[in-house]
């Protein structure tokens, strides 16, 4: 089989990058920025994803699309690009893929589009789409357009992720290197659901949506466990042998705060310490119901957050990073 990824040099894309090259893939990868860490056997274009002359490159002959560019949640970019990568690249890559007449495309959508998912419920693929953040808003204009080719005829499935983490994995890293050399503050009382997913399991039921998926249907792919952002953060810190501090930032400063550092590093073109992004983890609820992708792609996920944690912190001391 022969699969083109976008988004190959990021965290969730190189791990699938891995898997189909052991499954013994050929695998044709989009970068535009970056480096993707295990490149070997991987045949690398450089370009940018509205670039139409290098996604026809990119899908011919291709069997498989993993669409995994996106512009993130950083502050520093506008929303005007947020749009440009998010909306108009999904139309870009789905109109040369079906130009290419691409067998089948898994979209990577986020769960950031629920918004902010209501107290006691779990979100399922039904649950009405609220986002909040510009990159969940442009993330949807994605989603859209991916199920505007569905209807179509074209053959796409498209994954939500929960609130994944692993080796590699720069954002929570972060968080852990906080954490780890106490300059950690929970802002708010950090009760917002969340449902973690290592990355493992993650990429195994990404590559079962390929195999299995229903054409136009959107897949939960999260762990079992519903958690909120202090149970996350306290796991982190206990096992780096830390304790979160008592305080917390209460909600009104934590806002102001965030808005002002946004501020104060969009000239320097670097994302702050806390922004409006960062601030929806612990503040807006994302619990997915997997049940679907358990129904029909026969998802199991296996690693508890407490043993993956474990995991990647393992990865990130045998790197150098702690």
């Given at each position: ?18 898997a ?5 893939w ?47 949640g ?27 007449k ?51 005829g ?168 702690l």
């Amino acid at each position: 089989m022969r699969a083109f990824i976008t988004g190959g040099s990021g965290f969730i894309g190189g791990h699938i990058i891995d898997a189909l090259i052991k499954k013994g893939w050929q695998v044709r990868a989009l970068v535009h920025r970056g480096a993707i860490l295990q490149a070997d056997g991987v045949e690398i274009l450089r370009g940018d994803i509205c670039d139409r002359a290098v996604l026809k490159d990119g899908l011919k002959g291709a069997d498989f699309l993993f669409h995994l560019a996106s512009a993130l949640g950083s502050s520093a970019i506008g929303k005007a690009e947020f749009f440009r990568v998010n909306a108009q690249g999904t139309e870009a890559v789905l109109e040369v893929a079906r130009e290419a007449k691409v067998k089948r495309v898994i979209h990577l959508s986020s769960a950031g589009v629920l918004g902010a998912v209501k107290k006691n419920d779990v979100a399922d693929e039904n649950y009405s789409a609220n986002p909040i953040q510009v990159y969940d808003q442009t993330k949807l204009e994605g989603e859209k357009t991916a199920l505007r080719f569905a209807e179509r005829g074209m053959d796409i499935v498209i994954i939500r992720p929960g609130w994944a983490y692993g080796p590699r994995d720069k954002r929570t890293f972060k968080l852990i290197k906080a954490i780890s050399q106490k300059k950690f503050m929970m802002a708010t009382k950090g009760k917002a659901r969340q449902t973690p997913v290592y990355i493992d399991d993650l990429v195994r039921g990404i590559l079962l949506a390929a195999e299995k998926g229903k054409r136009g249907e959107i897949y939960h792919l999260a762990g079992e466990e519903i958690m909120t952002a202090r149970e996350i953060v306290e796991a982190i810190a206990s096992s780096r042998g830390r304790k979160i501090p008592r305080l917390h930032l209460p909600l009104l400063p934590a806002r102001a705060a965030a808005l002002i550092l946004e501020k104060m590093f969009l000239p320097l073109r670097k994302e702050p310490p806390l922004n409006r992004a960062k601030l929806s983890f612990f503040l807006h609820s994302k619990p997915l119901s997997i049940q679907k992708a358990k129904r029909e792609l026969d998802f199991s996920p296996e690693v508890r957050f407490e043993q993956g944690i474990g995991l990647a912190l393992s990865w990130y001391r045998d790197q150098g990073w702690l």
